[in-house]
């Protein structure tokens, strides 16, 4: 079975259709699923895609509408 391969931040950001900055500002601020190596970041796209669908990255998200249900 092939393993997924690891991605790039600008690989991420091309596929999400969002700056870098934005990228990093998510890891941050919005526990964005990513994995440090060494100095660089890499991302699985199926986890990636997975938090898109979640809904975590959506700005008008709040902790309390999270506690609320």
Do not use: C, Q
């Amino acid at each position: 079975m092939k393993s997924e391969r690891w991605l790039s931040a600008d690989e991420v950001s091309e596929h999400l259709g969002v700056t870098t900055d934005t990228l990093y500002r998510w890891i941050e601020e919005r526990s964005f699923p990513a994995h440090r190596v060494g100095r660089f970041w890499k991302f699985k796209r199926s986890r990636v895609d997975e938090w898109v669908e979640s809904g975590e990255g959506d700005p008008r998200r709040t902790d309390d509408a999270e506690a609320a249900g």
